[in-house]
């Protein structure tokens, strides 16, 4: 029943387009601002005390002043706010100390990571 399930699947979707479309979704873009890395920052919570994306710092340890970090969007009236991460483009730093922009398969070619910068702000 199982390799049934599993075969069928694989007819209509395969493994890599799979990947792709979760990458896809989990990114966040200009087309894709409700991203699944949003979405982790909007719900994260160190505490039950604290809101959801955003965590307050102790007292105790803040001199008194009330100190909150907000990873997430501030739940506005009409919704959530603009979002709050954003992924730059992929650069590699040459030996020479300059940084060009790098595409998957060059990084493949090169044998290099495929990284990309993570920033917290407006996309």
Known sequence: MVKEV???IFREFDAVSHQ?????????????????????????????????GEIK???S????ADIRIRFGRKKGPNGNDEPTVRIGLP????????????????????????MAP??????
């Open 91 to 114: 650069l590699i730093r040459e030996p020479t100390g300059s940084e060009n922009y790098i595409t998957p398969m060059e990084a493949r070619l090169r044998d290099l990571n495929y």
């Open 6 to 8: 599993l075969d069928a």
């Open 20 to 52: 792709l479309t979760s990458y896809n979704d989990f990114i966040p873009t200009d087309d894709n601002p409700n991203s699944g890395m949003q979405e982790v920052l909007d719900t994260l919570r160190v505490s039950e005390d604290d809101p959801p």
């Open 57 to 59: 710092l102790d007292r």
């Open 118 to 123: 993570l920033y917290r702000g407006c996309l």
């Open 61 to 64: 340890k803040t001199g008194g």
